[in-house]
C-alpha cells in the first residue's frame, strides 16, 4: 500500500532563513561578495554554499543549481553571481 505524506509551508522546518548559492571561479572576488553580505545583515541565520570552479570547470550551471536545490537548508535560497556586492542591508530586502 502507498502512503502519502501531505508537506505544507507549516511543516517544513528550516535551520537557516537564508542559503547564499554561488558558483565560483575567482575565490578572492566571492570572498568580497560574501564580506559585503555579512556586513548588510546576512550571517546568522545564512548558509553560504559554492560549487568550486577554481581549478576547472567542474560544474555547468544546470549542475551547480541541482546540487544548491538538493543541499540548500534555507527557507530562501539566493543564487547569486560572485561579483554582485550587497548595497542594502537584509531587513531593507
Known sequence: MMTHKIINQNSIQYPYEFSICTIVNDMAEYEMMKCSFIEN??????????V???N???FD?????SLFLNTAK???LILVHQDVRVVDNKIQL
Open 61 to 65: 550551471a544546470y549542475q551547480a543549481i
Open 74 to 76: 534555507g527557507r530562501f
Open 52 to 54: 568550486d570552479n577554481t
Open 41 to 50: 545583515g546576512f550571517d546568522e541565520d545564512c548558509e553560504y554554499l559554492i
Open 56 to 58: 576547472t570547470n567542474n
